[in-house]
């Protein structure tokens, strides 16, 4: 199905997602983590190309369908390259699958109390605090 607009955080939710077809802008990718589900990459301008790049080869967490393509150059991608990287990031135990469930878990760590996004958060508003205060 394709459709202007999804509700993207409930459908990546859903037990049934196995994976996200992605354009890799750091929201999706972000909720993508969060809820367990690889991606397959298919940035199209600004900064997804690097979080498509990041994703695939730096963390593994993502599979490649493309790193650098761009929607207004009249490139093709073709329905075997969209198979291909589809199968892929489906095969129940594989490297990608393994790595999305360590930074899922790294990442509720990390927003839990005595966390590292939870302490940075708190030092912030600490220091926002503070500043009000001596002002």
Same mark, same amino acid.
């Given at each position: 199905? $394709? +459709?202007?607009?999804? #509700? %993207?955080?409930?459908?990546?939710?859903?037990?049934?997602?196995?994976?996200? @077809?992605?354009? +890799?802008? *750091?929201?999706?990718?972000?909720?993508?983590? *969060?809820? &367990?589900? #690889?991606?397959? =990459? *298919? #940035?199209?301008?600004?900064?997804?190309?690097?979080?498509?790049? %990041?994703?695939?080869?730096?963390? &593994?967490?993502? $599979?490649?369908?493309?790193?650098?393509?761009?929607?207004?150059?009249?490139?093709?991608?073709?329905?075997?390259?969209?198979?291909?990287?589809?199968? +892929? @990031?489906?095969?129940?135990?594989?490297? $990608?699958?393994?790595?999305?469930?360590?930074? =899922?878990?790294?990442?509720?760590?990390?927003?839990?109390?005595?966390?590292?996004?939870? =302490?940075?958060? %708190?030092?912030?508003?600490?220091?926002? +605090?503070?500043?009000?205060? =001596?002002?």
């Amino acid at each position: 199905m $394709v +459709c202007k607009w999804a #509700p %993207q955080k409930e459908i990546l939710a859903h037990k049934s997602v196995g994976g996200f @077809v992605s354009h +890799c802008g *750091w929201n999706s990718s972000l909720e993508s983590l *969060w809820f &367990g589900v #690889p991606i397959v =990459t *298919w #940035p199209m301008y600004a900064e997804q190309q690097m979080n498509a790049f %990041q994703m695939v080869k730096d963390l &593994g967490v993502a $599979v490649e369908l493309r790193l650098d393509y761009r929607s207004m150059s009249g490139e093709v991608v073709l329905g075997d390259e969209i198979a291909r990287a589809i199968k +892929c @990031v489906m095969e129940i135990d594989n490297e $990608v699958r393994k790595k999305v469930r360590e930074k =899922t878990e790294q990442s509720r760590l990390a927003v839990k109390e005595g966390g590292s996004s939870f =302490t940075a958060f %708190q030092r912030l508003i600490d220091d926002i +605090c503070l500043n009000l205060e =001596t002002n």
